[in-house]
């Protein structure tokens, strides 16, 4: 027996079989953090505007600080930086460390700068275990062999929201100090990142 | 074959029209002093364009440099239309060697330029042995 297929009813299939084809597109994909096909939202602090702020701030420290040579360490050694408060004066949770880790890996490359990880605000160390052996070490060999920071790097994020009908608009404010041994804030910088939009858009 | 549009709409199509126009010419205007103090040091630049349109929105005027231990590069940008453009921008920053030098804070910027208006974008290189540095721009309307 044959069965005959209306054209039509083919028609709607093969565009049907298409079109399921042309959504079967993979449910997840990798993108470049530092391209421009990162999801954009207005509200939060996104991937993109922690590496754009870190990028001002570290250019801004190069420029004004190192290569302007007003970075000072003894004898020549790449300068020590402790990391202090980053106060987060946003209404969401923010891992500091989004910024200030990005910063302190681009300065550590320059060779000019490394950070100390067994000293930290209120005695607590980042690292305990180095802090650990530090003073082992020091108990051990009976001599304090502590070198202080020479500078320290402190700062604050801010949020700002306003809307007009139905744009939405974020204002975050990164600000840094870096401060010397003697208590003069010695660099600042401040780098404002401004979105706005209806909702979460792609890119840019 | 005419379109048949009555007479008394013409007024008002042509204020719509006027105000289209006024709406898109949104363009810069500048002052600055005639010799400028400071004395660029232009880099000789080799231009691949493969977005001609991008290229009117956002062309690159010149670029020049600045001495020190780490190489400051600074570029300026010139939209050609009378229009308002969004773009992002990326620097790439390369050794004696010609081999990428990779930085964790290295970001596609994304910035805008309004009609006919010249702006600056510069970055500092992230260590001091990059000698070469690459700018790539891309239009960012998705």
């Known amino acids: ?204 | 074959m005419k379109l048949p549009l009555p007479r008394h709409c013409f007024p008002f199509a042509g204020v719509i029209g006027l105000s289209l126009l006024t709406g898109c010419a949104s363009t810069i205007n500048t002052v600055e002093r005639a010799a400028p103090v400071g004395q660029r040091q232009m880099v000789n630049d080799k231009r691949i364009i493969t977005d001609s349109g991008l290229n009117r929105a956002v062309r690159i005027v010149g670029v020049n440099e600045a001495p020190g231990e780490f190489l400051k590069i600074q570029i300026e940008l010139l939209n050609t239309t009378s229009s308002l453009k969004s773009f992002n921008y990326r620097f790439e920053w390369f050794d004696a060697n010609g081999i990428q030098v990779n930085s964790p804070t290295s970001t596609a910027i994304s910035r805008q330029i309004e009609g006919r208006e010249s702006i600056f974008i510069s970055a500092v290189a992230p260590v001091p042995t990059a000698k070469d540095f690459r700018l790539k721009l891309i239009d960012s309307t998705q």
């Open chain 1, 1 to 204: 027996m044959k069965t005959h297929i209306p054209l039509r009813t083919l028609s709607v299939l093969g565009l049907s079989s298409l079109w399921l084809a042309g959504c079967a597109s993979p449910q997840a994909t990798y993108v470049d953090p530092g391209g421009s096909r990162t999801i954009t939202s207005v509200g939060t602090i996104n991937i993109q505007d922690y590496a754009n702020a870190a990028d001002t701030m570290v250019n801004s420290l190069i420029d004004g600080v190192i290569n302007a040579g007003k970075l000072e360490s003894p004898g020549g050694q790449p300068a020590m930086l402790a990391i202090s408060r980053i106060v987060n004066n946003t209404s969401q949770h923010v891992d500091t460390d989004m910024l200030v880790k990005k910063i302190r890996v681009a300065l550590n490359k320059t060779g000019k700068v490394q950070t100390t990880t067994t000293m930290g605000l209120g005695g607590q160390a980042e690292d305990p275990l180095a802090q650990g052996i530090k003073q082992q070490t020091e108990f051990l060999q009976d001599k304090k062999n502590t070198r202080l920071p020479d500078y320290s790097l402190s700062g604050k994020i801010i949020e700002q929201r306003e809307q007009a009908g139905n744009v939405r608009q974020s204002s975050f404010v990164f600000q840094l100090s870096l401060t010397s041994k003697d208590g003069v804030a010695v660099w600042e910088e401040e780098k404002t990142i401004t979105k706005q939009g209806k909702r979460s858009t792609v890119g840019f």
